[in-house]
């Protein structure tokens, strides 16, 4: 079946460490997308990326970064200038045409320990 | 800032009750799309409305549009225990890029 994977579920970091959240989909689409999720606050969008080998910076890009070397892979890297890492993180994917609406990954939960 | 605001921010119902919850944005949109989020999980997509339309259904799920309000509004009819969950909307502000509001939590009772 089609869709998008996340890995892994749950991801700790200690201080200082930069962590990458794997995100790949098999469903043929060209954007993908990173949001960051923390309660009360609803989705921000991180980072994305409408074709290989391209990403836009989304309204809180401070502190990440990303990749997409490949059209199925979207690896998203919180960095350790990321001061406030802890949330659950969303990619989605959208194929071409914007007409049909996201299909979003089940997310990795961060915790800073 | 959230381009889309969902309203209220939770909601309780009994099983068999409808539930209502509206979205209200404030800059010009291609679409509007709605998704449903169960707790810990990705979101799920519900509905898409274009700017030209004014109403759609799936199911139990009825969306309207009101461009010149700049508001939606979700409907479930007949609602379950498995409704249980949060509601977003997501309007693209012309960009095609889909920004979320904060989600209403629905709460349905058995």
């Known amino acids: 079946d089609g869709g998008i994977t996340q890995s892994p579920k749950y991801l700790f970091r200690k201080e200082g460490q930069n962590v990458t959240l794997s995100c790949e989909q098999n469903l043929n689409h060209d954007a993908m997308y990173w949001y960051r999720q923390d309660p009360g606050q609803g989705l921000r969008l991180i980072y994305y990326?409408?074709?290989?080998?391209?990403?836009q910076k989304g309204d809180i890009a401070e502190g990440y970064s990303v990749s997409r070397e490949k059209k199925e892979s979207f690896p998203l890297t919180v960095t350790s200038a990321q001061k406030n890492p802890t949330a659950f993180y969303l990619c989605?994917?959208?194929?071409?045409?914007?007409?049909?609406?996201?299909?979003f990954g089940s997310g990795t939960r961060l915790t800073v320990v | 800032s959230q381009q889309g605001e969902e309203d209220p921010q939770a909601l309780s119902i009994q099983e068999g009750e409808n539930a209502t919850m509206n979205c209200s944005y404030k800059t010009s949109i291609n679409n509007l799309q709605w998704y449903r989020q169960n707790s810990g999980r990705g979101l799920v997509h519900l509905i898409l409305?274009?700017?030209?339309?004014r109403e759609k259904h799936s199911g139990r799920l009825r969306v309207t549009l009101d461009t010149s309000k700049k508001s939606s509004s979700l409907l479930i009819t007949a609602s379950r225990a498995a409704d249980t969950a949060s509601y977003f909307c997501a309007t693209d502000g012309g960009s095609y890029i889909p920004t979320f509001g904060r989600g209403t939590s629905l709460i349905v009772h058995p």
């Open positions: 990326s409408q074709i290989v080998n391209d990403f």
């Open positions: 989605a994917s959208e194929g071409t045409g914007a007409n049909y609406g996201y299909t």
């Open positions: 409305i274009r700017s030209n339309e």
